[in-house]
């Protein structure tokens, strides 16, 4: 998983504006739909990365919970519990690459560039963490479709409820890529994003549950991810959150945020 990500963000470095291009493109980057735009488009155009986010969680639910459509795990129908799974690590990947991208143009002096013109700080990190939602919401999609095929059902309103919890969920993982980002070189993001969904993953359940009770099933109750996956007993009448589920999210999120602000004032020299 660690070589696909270093792989993306080859692609992701290729997509980065040259020097001809920043200068060409100073006089406009600091309007937020230019710019939201731009960055969409550079985004779509790493096709390694949409293997990575989404075509793997994809056949992983189509190879693994296919077969065992008539079974049960962690206490749900094997299908769903192994769509919200896969929903939850590759939406993790979705919105933790915009790390990548910030990475990507640290290293070419983009955001040095970016930092003459009139864009406003907020508008840059609202961009990466958007377009990182948006890429999450087509893996989201993809991987609905794909357990609906595989004879999951649920009310019309569960599914909504549902994306609303994953979607919150998704906040601390958005914070985490902008850490990274403004942390990491370019070359040690795929090596660190690769691990870091994979560990989330494993300890949240999204390919299983690890432990019934414990002290791993403490440390699972304890992450984020845990609750992505757990929203998929929204869908089969289990009710929202408990308390619990928000308070380690919200936890997650404040602290993931504040780290956030801080590495990017460092990075910029606004401290």
């Keep these: 998983m660690s070589t696909t990500m270093n792989s993306s963000l080859d692609t992701t470095m290729s997509t980065v504006a040259t020097a001809p291009d920043i200068r060409a493109r100073r006089s406009t980057a600091h309007r937020p739909t230019t710019y939201l735009r731009s960055e969409w488009l550079r985004t779509i155009r790493n096709r390694r990365f949409f293997v990575f986010s989404l075509v793997i969680p994809l056949v992983l639910l189509l190879v693994i919970a296919g077969p065992n459509r008539n079974q049960t795990l962690g206490g749900l129908p ?52 958007a377009t990182g939602y948006a890429l999450a919401s087509i893996s989201i999609v993809l991987l609905y479709a794909a357990g609906i095929s595989l004879g999951v059902r649920m009310p019309f309103g569960r599914w909504f409820e549902m994306s609303g919890l994953i979607l919150v969920g998704l906040i601390p993982f958005a914070a985490l890529g902008v850490v990274l980002g403004h942390l990491l070189t370019v070359d040690s993001m795929g090596p660190a994003m690769g691990g870091i969904t994979s560990l989330f993953g494993l300890l949240g359940g999204a390919w299983g549950p690890i432990a019934d009770h414990g002290v791993m ?25 408990p308390a619990r589920a928000w308070i380690v999210v919200a936890v997650w999120s404040i602290v993931l945020v504040r780290v956030a602000v801080w590495a990017h004032r460092r990075d910029t020299g606004k401290v």
């Design 78 to 129: 094997f299908a769903t519990y192994y769509m919200t799974g896969m929903v939850a690590w590759g939406s993790m990947a979705a919105v933790i690459a915009g790390g990548a991208r910030i990475a990507a143009e640290r290293s070419v002096g983009w955001n040095r560039q970016l930092r003459v013109t009139p864009l406003r700080p907020s508008v840059y990190l609202a961009t990466k963490v």
């Design 217 to 241: 099933r403490a440390l699972g109750e304890g992450l984020p991810s845990y609750w992505l996956v757990q929203s998929g007993r929204v869908g089969l009448g289990g009710g929202a959150w």
